[in-house]
């Protein structure tokens, strides 16, 4: 079955401190995985892709697929990082996500 | 604001009775999906739209939740006979469907937060 797991439901850094917010999946096909975050009162915003490659607001993500992982990293965290992450997988046979149950980061300063 | 939108954005409502939620989509965005989140987990796929065409329902969605999406524009999920296990909040996204094999990227609307009593 398709499942995506977060195992922290909180991490809480120092400001300037390195971030990993883990995400492993379970996926039979070739997975596409998606960061979502959740500032506090906005909506759910797509923060990257694998597929793109690219690092946004310093964060970066890689998929790994010997490991079914697609962790995200950020060198130096930052107060404004603090927010809800959503790790989702992309369900070929259509389009719906598959969202992991989040990890809430607080940087404290 | 050309983002997803959706209405309304709290609602309250007895055990028993019916309520029904608006999705507007980004315009010319083809692909229309709900999701509801309850405290503590991530969002959960409902069901989906391409166009005016509903392609996919969860299991989750039981004989008393309907959607339409009639002229593949906007969206309305209703739920009949509401039940406190109900209360979630109901996310919509919207995508424009690409050709090729690369998903396409779901944007979400703030979303409508429902308590039933």
């Known amino acids: 079955a398709q499942r995506v797991t977060q195992p922290e439901k909180l991490l809480s850094v120092f400001k300037g401190a390195p971030v990993e917010l883990k995400c492993n999946y379970s996926y039979s096909g070739s997975p596409e995985l998606f960061w979502y975050v959740q500032y506090s009162r906005q909506r759910l915003q797509l923060l990257l892709r694998h597929i793109s490659r690219e690092s946004i607001k310093g964060f970066t993500a890689d998929l790994n697929k010997g490991e079914t992982s697609f962790h995200l990293k950020k060198p130096f965290a930052q107060e404004e990082d603090s927010a809800m992450y959503y790790c989702a997988l992309h369900y070929n046979q259509g389009g719906k996500l598959i969202f992991g149950q989040g990890t809430e980061l607080s940087v404290k300063p | 604001d050309t983002g997803v939108s959706q209405d309304p954005r709290h609602k309250i409502t007895k055990r028993g009775q019916n309520v029904t939620f608006r999705c507007d989509p980004i315009?010319?965005?083809?692909?229309l999906y709900w999701y509801r989140q309850t405290l503590g987990q991530g969002p959960e796929f409902l069901t989906y739209f391409q166009n005016e065409a509903q392609l996919e329902k969860s299991r989750l969605l039981s004989d008393r939740f309907s959607a339409e999406r009639p002229k593949g524009s906007f969206s309305t999920l209703e739920i009949q006979r509401t039940e406190q296990g109900d209360s979630a909040m109901y996310l919509c996204a919207s995508s424009s469907r690409r050709t090729g094999r690369r998903a396409d990227t779901q944007y979400f609307g703030p979303g409508t937060r429902l308590t039933v009593l």
């Open positions: 315009s010319e965005h083809n692909r």
